[in-house]
């Protein structure tokens, strides 16, 4: 049986829609099968994760009206850097549009902060005693970059010393 060049287009063109559908599809059931992203600011995450079901379900659309109040400013932080990622790595470099974009880069990371802070005291109100200290927990066990758990740069108090024990007049930094 010889196929003849219109039979040839008739199947490449069958095979290129299959292909194209096979595709679509595993692109679709990717996308529908993503979790839900969460409903509270990153920046928040922390505050809910050690909290009973029952609270956090309360909280949740709290949560998600502060997500949609910080996801602006979140998105301008980002930009900001970008910018002044590309002011940084271009051929000639600009000092003053640098210093201006790392203005910008400040005010809008103190907007987000004053925010967030804003809001992390008002979701800490709606908590007991008991719960602001299971919230805070992973607050106090977290490690600062340099592998040290106290974040205040006392490194001391982690093996067990007093920090009393052990002061200077030097400023204790997380450099030290």
């Known amino acids: ?27 679709a059931a990717r996308y529908m099968d993503r979790p839900e992203r969460p409903s509270e600011p990153p920046s928040m995450r922390w505050v809910m994760r ?12 709290q949560m998600g009206m502060f997500g949609d109040s ?4 979140r998105g301008e932080m980002f930009r900001t ?3 002044v990622n590309e002011l940084l790595a271009a051929e000639t470099l600009d000092q003053q549009a640098v210093e201006q974009a790392f203005l910008r880069l400040r005010e809008a990371n103190l907007r987000y902060q004053e925010l967030s802070h804003q809001q992390l005291v008002q979701v800490m109100a ?3 005693s008991e719960q602001r200290i299971r919230a805070m927990r992973f607050m106090m066990n977290r490690r600062s970059p340099d592998g040290d758990r106290n974040r205040d740069g006392d490194r001391n108090r982690e093996n067990g010393h007093n920090h009393e024990d052990n002061r200077d007049d030097r400023p204790v930094s997380v450099n030290n």
């Open 126 to 128: 709606e908590l007991d």
């Open 70 to 73: 910080l996801r602006p400013l």
């Open 1 to 27: 049986m010889s196929l003849n060049r219109k039979s040839i287009m008739l199947l490449a063109v069958i095979l290129s829609v299959t292909l194209n559908l096979f595709f679509v599809g595993a692109l």
């Open 50 to 61: 050690d909290l009973d079901p029952a609270t956090r379900e309360r909280l949740r659309p």
């Open 81 to 83: 850097q970008r910018q």
